[in-house]
């Protein structure tokens, strides 16, 4: 009996180094898997596609000149009598309508109410409005047109 | 030995087999840093439009705090007050501040179409301070605090799109007028009303007559008095009550009144007028006896000292025009209250009263 069996040791110890093998093998996969689950990484690529409407109006508005916002000048025509105070300053945006108007080859208008036309747009061009506030507590629409 | 080396050999190439994957395993197991998921997302040109739109109502801000202080300031400026602390100016134009900018952000901003609208936030106080340039007061700083941030909104596809932007607003008001209003609370003009009687008033007045043909007149009181309002006015009066009334008090009140010459110019100019002044001119005591010694070869003398106490209380009417700027209002003159570029005027009645 011990003879047969003896033909049969190194067998049963490579089955039995096998059978360890599989089990680290079983245990390894499922904490793999387990640590795996929850660090999972979501990389997000964003694609902005964009005209970026509303820039030049915006950069436009902000702009100062003499201490005053464009935004802060063209409100204030609001006023009666306004062209004794703003007439350098209403030159002054003229000129960077018309710089930008040459810069970006299209023709641009600013325009408040029917109070004042700044530059100069075909009716068929695109057109936009934008909230300012006026003096005195009201607000208005300053209507930009570009073609 | 054949028959076990047979046996052995598959399961040793096995078990290499196992051992290799059991190390690549370990391996990419201890270095790997998780799973990674990606996922390209498309944004549209909405992000920029709102961008802009979030700057734009910054700006609508930005100028619209200017229209109500400068409205603010314009109106009570105009108001009937007995005040001109500097400090209490600037806390009454800041309220009603507030309310005009809260009148501003009532309603969503909108930029280029209804599609962007900007939610604007109310504010719940508009705090001052004082400013100085080489210790003058040339303005003040606010600093408006919101109650919110500036925010917007867009749904699209499913997906939302919120921005915000904070909407606190910090601005630099220059308002020259306090510097002027500063010198003349009713502490500063019974100050001056102080020192005028001080330095032209003096408490003890004597009059002396001379001369053996003077021997039949006397000194009143009230001549006593004229010898300062000739000296401080060129005028006598005849009775007492006119010299206090006419003299005295007409004196202090001009004198009051100078202070717009010296602080008017050509960019600030400052009116004063004196309602309802009261001067009163006590005696304390007169002594003094003729001394004649005509008679006896020598002269006629008659010295006459008085003690006075001095005072004096009025209402400094005062109006002060800034003519550094003007600022576009909505004018109060006139029943169609139209938009106009306006200069600060400043009015207030101050009392004040001396001694």
């Known amino acids: 009996m011990s003879k047969k069996l003896k ?75 306004y062209n004794d105070f703003l007439g350098e300053r209403l030159k002054v945006i003229e000129d960077q309508v018309k710089k930008s108007a040459e810069l970006d080859k299209k023709q641009k208008e600013v325009k408040l109410e029917n109070r004042i036309v700044v530059g100069q747009a075909a009716s068929a061009g695109s057109r936009v409005l934008i909230d300012i506030p006026l003096p005195g507590g009201e607000r208005s629409s300053l209507e930009i047109k570009e073609d | 030995m054949n028959r076990k080396g047979f046996i052995a050999i598959p399961l040793i190439v096995f ?29 549209q040109q909405d992000m920029y439009a709102m961008l802009n739109s979030l700057e734009a109502s910054k700006a609508y801000l930005d100028t619209a705090i200017k229209y109500s202080l400068y409205q603010a300031a314009y109106d009570y400026g105009l108001e009937e007050k007995h005040d001109s602390n500097p400090d209490n100016i600037i806390v009454k134009i800041s309220e009603k501040a507030k309310e005009k900018l809260n009148g501003y952000t009532k309603e969503n901003y909108k930029f280029l179409s209804d599609k962007y609208q900007v939610q604007l936030p109310s504010y719940s106080r508009i705090d001052p301070k004082i400013y100085k340039s080489a210790n003058i007061i040339t303005g003040f700083t606010v600093e408006a605090v919101p109650t919110d941030t500036i925010r917007i909104a867009l749904e699209k596809e499913g997906e939302s799109t919120k921005l915000e932007k904070q909407a606190k607003i910090n601005f630099n008001f220059q308002y020259p007028i306090l510097q002027l209003m500063d010198s003349l609370t009713s502490d500063k003009l ?44 060129g005028k006598e009066f005849k009775t007492f009550e006119d010299a206090v009334q006419l003299g005295f008090n007409g004196h202090i009140s ?30 304390e005591f007169c002594q003094g006896e003729p001394v004649d010694n005509c008679g006896k070869g020598g002269a006629f003398t008659y010295t006459r000292k008085c003690s006075f106490n001095y005072s004096y209380s009025g209402k400094a009417k005062i ?37």
């Open chain 1, 7 to 81: 033909g049969f040791g190194p067998l049963l110890m490579v089955l039995g180094i096998m059978i360890v093998l599989i089990i680290i093998l079983v245990f390894a996969t499922q904490v793999y898997v387990k640590t795996h689950m929850t660090n999972v990484k979501l990389e997000v690529t964003v694609a902005i596609e964009s005209d970026a409407r509303g820039s030049w109006p915006v950069s436009f508005l902000k702009s100062e000149t003499g201490g005053m916002s464009y935004m802060e000048i063209l409100g204030s025509v609001r006023a009666d009598n």
């Open chain 2, 254 to 283: 001009s004198k009051i009144q100078d202070i717009q010459n010296q602080l008017s110019n050509n960019l600030i100019s400052l009116e004063i007028s004196i309602d309802d002044p009261k001067a009163t001119v006590q005696v």
């Open chain 2, 190 to 233: 019974k100050q001056k009303a102080d020192e005028i009687i001080k330095s032209h008033w003096p408490k003890e007045l004597v009059k002396t007559i001379t001369g053996c043909d003077k021997k039949s007149q006397r000194i009143e009181t009230v001549d006593v008095l004229n010898e300062q309002l000739k000296i401080n006015s």
């Open chain 2, 15 to 43: 078990l290499t087999i196992v051992l290799l994957f059991t190390i690549i395993f370990g391996i990419s197991f201890t270095i790997s840093k998780g799973l990674v998921i990606q996922k390209t997302i498309t944004v």
């Open chain 2, 319 to 355: 109006s002060i025009t800034d003519k550094t700027k003007a600022y576009p209002v909505k004018a109060l003159e006139g029943s169609d209250n139209k938009v106009l570029f306006k200069n600060f005027v400043f009015k207030t009645t101050n009392s004040f009263s001396s001694g």
